[in-house]
């Protein structure tokens, strides 16, 4: 394995030789990531990675306490490198290792086939499930440090396959997947099985006097779960905070999860919110006494950048991404400051299932020094209802290229 992990320091410096030899077949250059480009257009390389430093202060108040232990921290949360590319012009990859906290765990590896009749792509190997935009955000573009509760629902990376493509100049896009729950591990030996779909419309988008995007999108995801349990473990918007709920529900045949969600930019203001739900039908092993059980989770975040920018929406992939200071900071400017407002919630109490509901404030600043460099601000009140709350405070140090 460790010659594999080399690899990511040794490809840039044999692509740095082949340029010094004066070879006409290959331009290297950097555009947000070290890029190198065969002049037919055939081969496309990139090199990248991620390092995202967490500092976190916390206080409980003596009724929360008097469950949990709160304790101030600080970790690596994200330390990566990838590696992706285009092999003869219409097939593309990914590879993604992650080095925290003291693991190594391979996150994106998948080949996609593109140009597709009909069917537009083709993807395969371990990668997000097209479910919920501020999942499959990535999260150097996420508006605060951590996702909001109602990612507890939606999914992460996982093993399978998915059909997808876009229509009327990327203005709606498609995507239908199979997956098994390998959870990171890279394999998964079992009878479980994910069905997920997503669709996405952006009916509002201009570039031109005054950035505007209005995107919409619902989705789908249908888990057969084998009468095996569904666990959740709910931490407010802080990594290294408790898990205030923590809930598990045995013997479950299988589950409906659905997702809407709306994002609207209109110049240096967005608003992004989602909704998600989960039916979770235990079978008749389980000592719940009803047939279905409805859990659900919402979230609305407001940003407003200070300094005139604007959030970037990608059309192509449906998602927020990298922001773009008007002056990076010693280059005539001060960067980027966003501000942003989050309200988020979480409810799993149903009947004879009564496993508590929370509910998070979160407030932030953003500072976009450059592209690639950026620090955040987040302050955090969690609210476990009928329990105690905490005040939290946490900072983030970003290097992403």
């Known amino acids: 394995m460790k010659k594999l992990y080399l690899l990511f320091f040794f490809l840039p410096g044999l692509f740095g030789f082949v340029r010094a030899q004066d070879t006409p077949h290959f331009n290297t250059y950097w555009k947000n990531a070290l890029h190198v480009e065969s002049d037919d257009g055939d081969f496309k390389l990139k090199f990248g990675g991620r390092i995202q430093y967490d500092i976190m202060f916390i206080k409980e108040d003596d009724s929360l306490h008097t469950h949990f232990d709160g304790k101030n921290g600080a970790e690596f949360r994200r330390a990566r490198l990838y590696t992706s590319g285009t092999l003869f012009k219409f097939i593309k990859y990914k590879f993604q290792v992650d080095f925290a906290p003291a693991k190594v765990v391979i996150k994106d590896a998948y080949l996609l086939f593109t140009k597709i009749p009909v069917v537009g792509n083709f993807q395969a190997g371990n990668f997000k499930q097209p479910f919920g935009m501020e999942m499959i955000t990535s999260s150097k573009y996420i508006t605060n440090m951590e996702r909001p509760l109602v990612n507890q629902f939606d999914h992460d990376r996982d093993l399978g396959f998915m059909v997808f493509n876009h229509h009327f100049d990327k203005r709606l896009a498609w995507y239908a997947g199979y997956f098994v729950p390998s959870n990171n591990l890279g394999k998964y030996v079992g009878n479980k099985y994910q069905l997920t779909g997503r669709v996405s419309g952006l009916p ?100 407003w950048f200070i300094t005139g920018e604007h959030k970037n929406f990608n059309r192509k992939k449906t998602v927020f991404d990298r922001v773009t200071p ?62 105690g709350h905490a005040n939290i405070f946490q900072m983030r140090f970003q290097v992403a290229f």
């Open 204 to 303: 509002l988008y201009k570039t031109d006097n005054g950035y505007k995007v209005l995107h919409i999108d619902v989705a789908y995801s249908y888990h057969y779960n084998d009468n095996k349990g569904v666990h959740f473990k709910v931490k407010p918007e802080a990594h290294l905070a408790p898990g205030y709920l923590d809930v598990e529900i045995d013997g479950v045949g299988n589950s409906h999860r659905g997702n809407a969600g709306v994002a609207l930019v209109l110049g240096p203001f967005s608003w992004q919110s989602e909704y998600t739900f989960a039916l979770v039908h235990p079978s008749a092993a389980s000592d719940l006494n009803e047939e279905a059980y409805h859990l659900d989770a919402y979230f609305a975040t407001v940003s």
């Open 326 to 387: 008007n002056k990076n900071l010693g280059k005539g400017g001060t960067g980027a400051f966003e501000l942003s407002l989050r309200y988020s919630a979480i409810d799993f109490d149903d009947r004879d299932l009564q496993a508590g509901a929370m509910n998070d404030l979160t407030a932030g600043l953003n500072w976009y020094m450059n592209p690639a460099v950026r620090v955040t601000f987040n302050y955090i009140y969690a609210n476990v209802v009928d329990l």
